[in-house]
């Protein structure tokens, strides 16, 4: 298994421009949450996915959008990047069967907004 | 609002020494996770607390929760270096309207984590 996987690593945007960021597992989790990680800080909840076509917010979800069309797959899209998003995203994924809910988390993508 | 506290912040400490990393939160939960972060990488699950009065143990690390006191513990024994890192708790945030299995949301908030630096 891959596990959680994210694209790109690294990416530079000028303000105001749109990207999306990838998330994808192959673990057949049901959970996927994105978090962003900001210097000194801990993880902050962006939005989330309980499965496939249900999505929520987080603790900081503006200028953010999600969907979950798939189980494996769940994309984070800035709409208007500004500096203020310049930060590093982690995605990630859990299962419920266990009882445990454990996060798996991927190798982040380091975004700056100039 | 839901805070998740740590503290120390930043925990400087002898080969050897043993130290506590504790964590506070401010609202109902029975499941808590501990994380550790090496500089420029992801978060590596270390411990997974899921009732009042759970203990995990892991080589020099141990994990402890106290549902009622809403407090967690990190116990370092005997530091080495190679435990220098950043140590994250964070709370699954429990509400009426949660998903299907168990009332849990698999919502996380996190600590503002542990830097936790180990000189020989």
């Known amino acids: 298994n891959a596990g959680v996987t994210q694209t790109p690593k690294f990416q530079v945007l000028k303000t105001g421009q749109s990207m999306t960021l990838q998330c994808a597992q192959d673990?057949?989790?049901?959970?996927m949450s994105w978090y962003r990680q900001d210097p000194g800080m801990g993880l902050r909840l962006i939005h989330y996915?309980?499965?496939?076509?249900?999505?929520d917010q987080g603790e900081v979800p503006n200028g953010y959008n999600v969907s979950r069309s798939t189980t494996e797959d769940f994309p984070l899209r800035l709409l208007s990047a500004a500096p203020s998003q310049t930060s590093v995203y982690f995605c990630?994924?859990?299962?419920?069967?266990?009882?445990?809910?454990?996060?798996?988390f991927g190798p982040g993508t380091r975004l700056t907004v100039t | 609002e839901l805070k998740v506290e740590q503290n120390p912040l930043f925990l400087s400490m002898q080969e050897g020494k043993n130290y506590t990393i504790y964590c506070n939160y401010s609202t109902t939960s029975d499941r808590l996770y501990w994380y550790r972060q090496d500089p420029g990488k992801s978060l590596e699950s270390l411990f997974v607390?899921?009732?009042?009065?759970a203990v995990k143990q892991e080589g020099r690390l141990m994990a402890s929760l106290d549902t009622k006191a809403r407090l967690s513990t990190l116990h370092i024994t005997a530091a080495v270096h190679d435990l220098s890192a950043t140590y994250f708790c964070a709370v699954d945030i429990r509400f009426a309207m949660g998903p299907r299995v168990g009332g849990a949301t698999n919502k996380l908030i996190f600590g503002t984590g542990t830097l936790l630096a180990v000189q020989p």
């Open positions: 673990m057949n989790h049901e959970y």
């Open positions: 607390l899921l009732s009042n009065g």
């Open positions: 990630a994924s859990s299962y419920s069967a266990s009882g445990r809910y454990e996060q798996y």
């Open positions: 996915s309980v499965g496939a076509g249900i999505t």
